[in-house]
Structure formats: structure tokens, C-alpha cells
């Protein structure tokens, strides 16, 4: 078995990326030679991936917003801007989501607008952070994640390390994932039931959670882009573990989202179906079976018959910037297998004219992210179990850094 940089034995094999559905080739076999054709096979395969894997989102609805702010939050570094996100289509009693966005308090002050961070939590807008101005909502309330009630108020501020983003000079947008989809495995909850019969592909392909939390993570791109402290174009998605795996779904499939980065994200994500020895077809579906459309699960055991795999997902992003973030101890999501997919993908990039993977990957821990040392596609190891820390965002806003203006 060969061995990662830092001597860990990673679990899975390597294989040959001839071996996964060709990303350059249409389905009836016919190349895919320029970026005019590329944009066809795009559409394909994203039909392909909602089909077999995530299954369909409904069209894009009309949001309605209504904001309030509150200067002066963190001791003074931040500004908080509270968005509520309604959904004109669905009745009253249909979800909202409550966005929260932390920017720095000098661009406010110097009306410079930001690049900003957006990230799908698990326990509240309010664990984010130790500060009372944010807001405990019903959904936190209700979902505290691990917790009976609702968590601690600061209880995930080292995994997001938002005090750090915003000294950095980026914005940090969050909403809690409970208020599209509390993931409890029942599919009366949530906005899916609001969409019944009203899906554009037909029975058995209906959307999972994944894509709901995506299409989520996309109305809070509909409510940022038009704020004024937001630069539009750097809207960065970022998303651990099962909200990796939704923050690549959102930005594979949203082109207005400029950078992806998805952590962690494993099966379901970065890692590829094709010769995973870790997290299996059948073993997610059998554990999370309401992530995903119900045709993926027939892929257990038959995975090579999926006309898609991870890396398929992967393109979709391209030529935008994609920063795959894993760790090394992290077995579980299959670092390997999700390195295997980032170099499978680069072809596209390159048929795009973007610089693909620069030095050679994995980066691990100091390595130094600078315009020399990556292209659009990157991916990173901390020695690291399953977790989000600071040394994992200073590398996403490393790479934030070579491929945006602001
Ligand atoms: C489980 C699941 C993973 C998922 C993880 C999480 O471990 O098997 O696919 O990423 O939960 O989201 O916490």
C-alpha cells in the first residue's frame, strides 16, 4: 500500500482515472473538443447527476427578504446583518431561512464591499459565534443539533472561527440547515413536501436532502448578491462533511457561486462511488437513504453502471476555483478517492483555458497557497481527523485570496 507524504496509510487504492465515465465524451460517444461543446456536456451531465444521484430541485422561486442590522457585534469587528428568506410561491407556513452575514466593520464603515463566506451549519447562527446580538431562532430552538433544545451560543465558534474570516477582511454568511431540511429522515418536514408533483424529472428522481440543503445555500446567493457590502462575483461556498457534499452541490450547479470548497465531503461529495473502499453506495443509502434521489440506491453492488461519478460533479465547477479540503486521518471520507476525482476533473479545466492543478497535489498543512503554487484546482490535507478548524479555513481563504480581486 503506498503512503501519504506525512507516512499515514491512506485506505484506498488508486486507480486509474481511465477507468471512471469520461467527462470529455458525450453520450452517444461523440467528443467533447471545445468549450462550445463543453457547455452541452455540461447540461448533460448535471441532468445525469439529478437523475441518478441528487435528484431534481424545483426551479428557482422569487425570494422576499426583510433585513436588519446590528453594528458593532464582536467587540466592534463586525457587523451583523440578519436576513429572513421567504419564499413567494409557498404558503405562510412554508420554511424560511434565517441568513445570517457577519462583515467586517471597517469595509462597512469604509462602504468597501467584501468577499464573503457561505456555510451551511448544523447547530444555529447562534452557535457560530459568542455574541448575543445574534438571534436564537424557533429552528435552533427545535434542532439544536447534538444538544437538547438549543446549543450553546458560541458552541461551534472554533469550527467556523468567524472572528478569524472577518479579520481576514472576508464576510461570513450562515444559515442553519434545519430550516430547509432538519434531516430527521422524515419526508413531511421541510420545504420538500411544499414542491410535491411540481418536480421537473419523473418519479424516483424527486430531489434529497442534499439538494434541498443546495438549493438552500442558492436563495442565500439570490439574497447576498444584491447587497451592497457583498462582492457579487466572490461569493465563496464552503460546507463540512454532509454539508460539504451539499456546498459542492450548490456550487457545481449555480455559476453565479465563485469559489467551492467543499470539506471533508466524502461519498456524496468529493469521493468517488468507483472502488471506495470506505463509505459505500449501499452504505449511505442505507444509513441517509433521504439525501439523495431513490434511484441511486439501486447502484449498490453495480456502482460502474452510474454513467457519473464524483468527478462528474467536480466539472461542473470548472473553470471557476475549486479547493478540495481533507483529513489526513479522516478515513472515513476517503481522502484518496476524493484526490482521484479532483485529478480526473482537471481535462476540463484545462479544455476552459484555466490552469488546472498547479504543483503537485495533495498541499499538506504549511504548505505555502499562492498564485505560484496553485491553479483552479486544489486538493489540500490537514493531519486531521473529521473536523473544521482555523488551520482549514486560513487555507480555503489562502486560495480565496490567489483567485479573488477583493
Ligand atoms: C456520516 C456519513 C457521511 C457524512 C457524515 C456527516 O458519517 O456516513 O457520509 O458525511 O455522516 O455528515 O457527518
Known amino acids: 500500500?503506498?503512503?501519504d507524504a506525512d507516512g499515514l496509510a491512506p485506505p484506498s487504492r488508486c486507480r486509474p482515472t481511465d477507468e471512471l465515465p469520461p467527462l470529455l465524451e458525450f453520450r452517444d460517444g461523440s467528443p467533447v473538443e471545445?468549450?462550445?461543446?463543453?457547455?452541452?456536456?455540461?447540461?448533460?451531465?448535471?441532468?445525469?447527476?439529478?437523475?441518478?444521484?441528487?435528484?431534481?430541485?424545483?426551479?428557482?422561486?422569487?425570494?422576499?427578504?426583510?433585513?436588519?442590522?446590528?453594528?458593532?457585534i464582536l467587540d466592534g469587528a463586525a457587523t451583523l446583518v440578519e436576513t429572513e428568506i421567504a419564499f413567494a410561491e409557498l404558503p405562510?407556513?412554508?420554511?424560511?431561512?434565517?441568513?445570517?452575514?457577519?462583515?467586517?466593520?471597517?469595509?462597512?464603515?469604509?462602504?468597501?464591499?467584501v468577499p464573503v463566506l457561505l456555510g451551511l451549519n448544523w447547530r444555529g447562527n447562534h452557535a457560530a459565534v459568542d455574541d448575543p446580538a445574534v438571534?436564537?431562532?424557533?429552528?435552533?430552538?427545535?434542532?439544536?443539533?447534538?444538544?437538547e433544545g438549543a446549543a450553546e451560543r458560541g458552541a461551534a465558534a472554533d469550527y467556523w472561527c468567524v472572528e478569524h474570516v472577518?479579520?481576514?477582511?472576508?464576510?461570513?454568511?450562515?444559515?442553519?440547515?434545519?430550516?430547509?431540511?432538519?434531516d430527521s429522515g422524515d419526508p413531511a418536514d421541510g420545504v420538500r413536501p411544499y414542491y410535491d408533483g411540481e418536480l421537473p424529472g419523473p418519479p424516483g428522481t424527486e430531489w434529497g436532502v442534499l439538494a434541498a440543503w443546495a438549493w438552500g445555500l442558492q436563495r442565500c446567493v439570490d439574497a447576498l448578491g444584491p447587497m451592497d457590502a457583498v462582492?457579487?462575483?466572490?461569493?465563496?461556498?464552503?460546507g463540512h462533511s454532509r454539508c460539504g457534499k451539499a456546498a459542492l452541490l450548490?456550487?457545481?450547479?449555480d455559476e453565479r457561486i465563485g469559489l467551492v470548497a467543499p470539506h471533508q465531503s466524502g461519498t456524496g461529495g468529493m469521493a468517488l462511488d468507483r472502488d471506495n473502499d470506505q463509505e459505500g453506495v449501499g452504505d449511505i443509502t442505507g444509513m441517509f437513504p433521504q439525501w439523495f434521489a431513490d434511484t441511486y440506491a439501486a447502484f449498490d453492488g453495480q456502482v460502474d453502471r452510474l454513467p457519473v461519478d464524483s468527478h462528474s460533479l467536480a466539472a461542473l465547477v470548472a473553470p471557476r476555483p475549486l479547493f478540495d479540503t481533507a483529513g489526513a486521518r479522516d478515513y472515513w471520507t476517503n481522502p484518496g478517492r476524493a484526490l482521484d476525482a479532483v485529478r480526473a476533473a482537471e481535462p476540463v479545466w484545462e479544455l476552459l483555458g484555466a490552469e488546472g492543478i498547479g504543483d503537485d497535489l495533495p498541499l499538506y498543512g504549511d504548505d505555502a497557497i499562492t498564485d505560484e503554487t496553485v491553479g483552479s484546482l486544489c486538493h489540500y490535507r490537514r493531519e486531521t481527523g473529521h473536523s473544521l478548524n482555523e488551520g482549514y479555513l486560513d487555507a480555503v481563504l489562502d486560495f480565496a485570496d490567489v483567485h479573488f480581486d477583493g
Not at 135 to 147: K, L, M, N, S, V
Not at 231 to 238: N, P
Open 166 to 182: 472577518i479579520a481576514r477582511g472576508y464576510g461570513f454568511a450562515t444559515f442553519q440547515l434545519a430550516d430547509v431540511d432538519p
Open 1 to 3: 500500500m503506498s503512503r
Open 231 to 238: 462582492r457579487t462575483e466572490e461569493i465563496a461556498v464552503l
Open 135 to 147: 438571534r436564537i431562532t424557533d429552528t435552533a430552538r427545535e434542532h439544536g443539533g447534538r444538544d
Open 92 to 113: 405562510d407556513d412554508a420554511p424560511t431561512i434565517t441568513l445570517a452575514v457577519f462583515l467586517p466593520s471597517d469595509a462597512v464603515a469604509a462602504d468597501r464591499s
Open 250 to 253: 450548490a456550487g457545481a450547479t
Open 34 to 72: 471545445n468549450p462550445a461543446d463543453w457547455r452541452e456536456r455540461r447540461e448533460e451531465l448535471r441532468r445525469l447527476l439529478r437523475h441518478y444521484v441528487y435528484g431534481y430541485a424545483p426551479d428557482p422561486p422569487e425570494i422576499e427578504t426583510t433585513s436588519e442590522r446590528t453594528p458593532k
